[in-house]
């Protein structure tokens, strides 16, 4: 495999998480509970938050399987920045440099604290118990209930299974990760 197709299908993972991202967190809008418009937004950016790094920790999971060890090193590197500078960069963009960068740096803490939370888990999914958060699935969806005001709202937990299960799909990483394996 050349170095540029890697590349490529790297980016497109990017992509395709950054996209995803935003649509499960614009899919949640309505279901965040909040006194103002103020609080209502701040909430908002971390349903966002929460999504990014379920979809990096999920990428990461396929990668480990379909790349192996060494290759899933070298694309959490490569994704980190490809994924988190764009989300920052669209809702952030107009803040101060210093403000950003400090913003980039929680980011960054956040998705390493997430994958080590999301590793724990002893499942992808657990079926029959929204209030768990044994499996990956599952834990989003209470992350993203909580963060929504909403912590055991059946309704908003299984949204939060529905648009992660959707979104997923969607985003088509095994192929990606396939794309990138390098040959012997």
């Given at each position: 495999?050349?170095?540029f197709k890697r590349e490529s299908a790297v980016l497109r993972l990017a992509k395709a998480i950054t996209r995803a991202t935003f649509n499960s967190a614009e899919r949640f809008k309505k279901s965040i509970r909040s006194s103002t418009d103020q609080e209502r937004l701040e909430k908002w950016v971390y349903v966002m938050f929460e999504f990014m790094y379920f979809y990096m920790?999920?990428?990461?999971?396929?990668?480990?399987?379909?790349?192996?060890?060494?290759?899933?090193?070298?694309?959490?590197?490569?994704?980190?920045?490809?994924?988190?500078?764009?989300?920052?960069?669209?809702?952030?963009?107009?803040?101060?440099?210093?403000?950003?960068?400090?913003?980039?740096?929680?980011?960054?803490?956040?998705?390493?604290?997430?994958?080590?939370?999301?590793?724990?888990?002893?499942?992808?999914?657990?079926?029959?118990?929204?209030?768990?958060?044994?499996?990956?699935?599952?834990?989003?969806?209470?992350?993203?209930?909580?963060?929504?005001?909403?912590?055991?709202?059946?309704?908003?937990?299984?949204?939060?299974?529905?648009?992660?299960?959707?979104?997923?799909?969607?985003?088509?990483?095994?192929?990606?990760?396939?794309?990138?394996?390098?040959?012997?």
């Open positions: 495999m050349t170095w920790h999920m990428s990461s999971r396929v990668a480990l399987e379909v790349l192996g060890p060494e290759q899933r090193g070298e694309l959490c590197g490569q994704l980190a920045p490809l994924v988190a500078r764009p989300v920052l960069g669209s809702v952030f963009g107009h803040w101060p440099e210093g403000l950003k960068a400090g913003l980039e740096r929680d980011v960054y803490n956040g998705l390493s604290e997430a994958e080590s939370a999301y590793s724990s888990c002893e499942a992808v999914f657990i079926k029959y118990d929204l209030l768990t958060d044994k499996g990956v699935f599952n834990r989003l969806a209470k992350n993203v209930a909580e963060v929504c005001g909403e912590p055991v709202n059946p309704a908003v937990l299984m949204l939060g299974h529905k648009v992660a299960t959707d979104e997923w799909k969607a985003m088509g990483v095994y192929k990606l990760a396939a794309g990138m394996k390098k040959r012997p």
